[in-house]
């Protein structure tokens, strides 16, 4: 079964801080692609970034970054400079197909807190 | 551009009433998804369609139905509600090939009593 593991429930982290959050996958495909998503109090869910398997650098989208590990089959989110807006829940997600079917997976979410 | 819009934003059910959940998008996506997701959870996939037309069960569909007439709308119906639906519902859509990312509406809050 595809699954996505999202080790902390809850994270939290001072202002202007870096936190990182975890995430495993468990996949047999070699296409596929991850993403890491916000939502914050508001539900809209936001994508932070995202990462195609095959690409060995990781993505960076100004603050956020990642680690791919596709080895390990990890794929870590780094805030660097935290602020009180990126509070959030976060959700790791995994992308693939299987018989031409598109299939996307969540992981439960990380709660992040970040103090003043 | 409105993005994806959800109608309604809450609604209260009783056992057994049906219901239809309406997701719009304005942005010419193929594919359009109904999640749900439910405290402790993420999102797992309901339904989803990759063309006007058409459409797909995913992870949980049972109780549910849906339909996509019109390219920029996806229905979601709940034929006879049951306490287990009560859940927050979003809609994604997504254009068609693999490097893009979904866009979510802003959830439709259902509560079945």
């Known amino acids: 079964a595809q699954t996505v593991t999202q080790s902390q429930p809850e994270m939290s982290v001072q202002e202007a801080e870096t936190v990182t959050l975890s995430c495993t996958y468990d996949t047999s495909e070699s296409d596929y692609y991850l993403f890491w998503y916000k939502q914050p109090p508001s539900r809209q869910m936001i994508l932070v970034i995202r990462?195609?398997?095959?690409?060995?650098q990781n993505a960076t989208e100004n603050r956020f970054s990642v680690n791919f590990q596709k080895a390990a089959k990890s794929f870590s989110l780094k805030i660097s400079d935290s602020q009180l807006g990126d509070a959030a829940m976060y959700f790791c997600?995994?992308?693939?197909?299987?018989?031409?079917?598109?299939?996307?997976?969540f992981g439960k979410g990380t709660k992040l807190t970040v103090n003043p | 551009n409105a993005g994806v819009t959800q109608t309604p934003k809450f609604r209260v059910l009783k056992t057994g009433q049906s219901m239809t959940l309406l997701c719009a998008q304005d942005?010419?996506?193929?594919?359009m998804y109904w999640y749900r997701q439910d405290p402790g959870m993420g999102l797992r996939l309901i339904h989803y369609?990759?063309?006007?037309?058409?459409?797909a069960k995913g992870e949980v569909p049972d109780g549910y139905n849906v339909s996509r007439l019109k390219k920029q709308n996806f229905l979601l119906g709940l034929e006879s509600a049951a306490p287990s639906q009560t859940s927050v519902y979003f809609c994604?859509?997504?254009?068609?090939?693999?490097?893009?990312?979904?866009?979510f509406g802003p959830g439709t809050r259902l509560t079945v009593t």
């Open positions: 369609s990759v063309g006007e037309g058409t459409t």
């Open positions: 994604a859509s997504m254009w068609a090939g693999k490097i893009y990312e979904q866009y």
């Open positions: 942005m010419n996506h193929e594919y």
């Open positions: 990462q195609e398997a095959y690409k060995q």
């Open positions: 997600a995994y992308r693939f197909w299987v018989g031409g079917s598109e299939k996307l997976v």
